[in-house]
T-cell receptor
Framework: GAGVSQTPSNKVTEKGKYVELRCDPI?????LYWYRQSLGQGPEFLIY????????DSGLPNDRFFAVRPEGSVSTLKIQRTERGDSAVYLC??????????????FGPGTRLLVL | AQKITQTQPGMFVQEKEAVTLDCTYD???????LFWYKQPSSGEMIFLIY??????QNATEGRYSLNFQKARKSANLVISASQLGDSAMYFC????????????FGTGTSLTVIP
């Protein structure tokens, strides 16, 4: 399909382990965003990429969280030393150029992370 | 202060009736965009409708319309002729032109359409 895809759809891990979540944006979209959605809440911003660079990482909760987008397309969100509080749905979104209040973000189906 | 406030945790509507989902926002940026997304139980966020801060007319997309009252800082979503498939969570979001690229989301409203 032509939408944003995310893998895996579900991830169960143990406390202290390392996880990687992958996002494949819509082809041609230069802007990519990661959000985290806890149960009963709206999505919360984590990080924004413009091309290969992280233009805004102000939403990352701590240094256990890191994201890359080495070729300006696929992005990987990396969580080290996972904690139970990291359990949430991680949503990825992309938009065409990333500037302007009018630009719509298109979301993927999310990765449901459960830390035991 | 919350950027986006949705005060209705849950709403019920009879099939074929219209329903209004409330959203108020807080910003000092003169240029901003307001968005509504639908999130069914499958989890994907589906874009519904957009309203720009400088738009003179209320946005409409099929059965969705946005009641934009700029002075009151409200951007309520109106769904006409509700269908059973409209049952889902609905999120209001805002993006400010001059303070970054992220979306600010509300806590959402759960809509249930009753047959």
């Amino acid at each position: 399909g032509a939408g944003v895809s995310q893998t895996p759809s579900n991830k169960v891990t143990e406390k202290g382990k390392y996880v990687e979540l992958r996002c494949d944006p819509i082809s041609g979209h230069t802007a990519l965003y990661w959000y985290r959605q806890s149960l009963g809440q709206g999505p919360e911003f984590l990080i924004y990429f413009q091309g290969t660079g992280a233009a805004d990482d102000s939403g990352l909760p701590n240094d256990r969280f890191f994201a890359v987008r080495p070729e300006g397309s696929v992005s990987t969100l990396k969580i080290q030393r996972t904690e139970r509080g990291d359990s949430a749905v991680y949503l990825c979104a992309s938009s065409l150029i990333g500037s302007g209040a009018q630009e719509t973000q298109y979301f993927g189906p999310g990765t449901r992370l459960l830390v035991l | 202060a919350q950027k986006i406030t949705q005060t209705q945790p849950g709403m019920f509507v009879q099939e074929k009736e219209a329903v209004t989902l409330d959203c108020t926002y807080d910003t000092s940026d003169p240029s901003y965009g307001l968005f509504w997304y639908k999130q069914p139980s499958s989890g994907e966020m589906i874009f519904l409708i957009y309203q720009g801060s400088y738009d003179q007319q209320n946005a409409t997309e099929g059965r969705y319309s946005l009641n934009f009252q700029k002075a009151r800082k409200s951007a309520n979503l109106v769904i006409s002729a509700s269908q059973l498939g409209d049952s889902a969570m609905y999120f209001c979001a805002m993006r400010e032109d001059n303070t970054g690229n992220q979306f600010y989301f509300g806590t959402g409203t759960s809509l249930t359409v009753i047959p």
